[in-house]
Each structure stands twice: as C-alpha cells, then as structure tokens.
C-alpha cells in the first residue's frame, strides 16, 4: 500500500490542523491506519492508531483528549484532526500502515512493526 500524507502547516498554539493520509495499492482496509511523529533531534515516536473497521482507537497520553484518529474506508483516508495544539506538537508527522488478522485490532507502539508509510507533513506550533 502506497501512503501520501497531507495537511501539515503553521498554527498558533492554541489552534488546530486537521492531517490526512490517502492510501493506495492494496486493500486499504486490511490494514490498521497509525500516526507518529518525529522531533528534530528525537526518535519517532507514536502517537494515533486506529483498527481496521475505525472502532477502535488508542493515543499516547501527551494527546489524548486533543487529537482524534478516524478512517473513511470508502475513500481509503485516515485523518487526525489535532485541536488545542501545543508547541510541543512541533514535528513532522508520518501515517504508517500495518496489517492486522482482527478486524478491531489496532496497530502496535512500536514504528518498527510497520513496513508503510507516508512521506511525512510537517506540522509546526508557534508559541
């Protein structure tokens, strides 16, 4: 599967950014949809994932109740809307793409598991 990511840009903390990631390729919907993002100078790091039918959900603690992952398996997108940004959510943001056998099963912490991904959007918050 083929991942292309978009939607990055400026905002003032305190703002939103709504990122989007289409797939293409294969079945789109065989597959667990994540975020991360990487920080200059710092590990990529996880921050969204959601199962293949969209149920279900999981965020790292620094986001949750800010950032919402969802998919539209009709138009093979997944999106992150990020509200109440922080300068610390300065980074470049990937979608990445692993399969999974469960229908509700999510994808995995870890960015090694993960043979996919988008060519990254940068996202900066202004202080």
């Known amino acids: 599967v083929q991942l292309q990511a978009s939607g990055g840009g400026l905002v003032q903390a305190g703002g939103s950014l709504r990122l989007s990631c289409a797939a293409s390729g294969r079945t789109f919907t065989d597959y667990a949809m994540s975020w991360f993002r990487q920080a200059p100078g710092k590990e990529r790091e996880f921050v969204a994932t959601?199962?293949?039918?969209?149920?279900?959900?999981d965020y790292t603690d620094s986001v949750k109740g800010r950032f919402t992952s969802s998919r539209d398996n009709a138009e093979n997108t997944v999106s992150l809307q990020m509200n109440s940004l922080k300068p610390e959510d300065t980074a470049v943001y990937y979608c990445?793409?692993?399969?999974?056998?469960?229908?509700?099963?999510?994808?995995?912490?870890?960015?090694?598991?993960?043979?996919?991904w988008g060519q990254g959007t940068q996202v900066t918050v202004s202080s």
């Open positions: 959601t199962s293949r039918n969209g149920g279900s959900t």
């Open positions: 990445a793409a692993v399969l999974r056998q469960g229908w509700y099963l999510r994808g995995p912490r870890d960015p090694t598991a993960y043979s996919h």
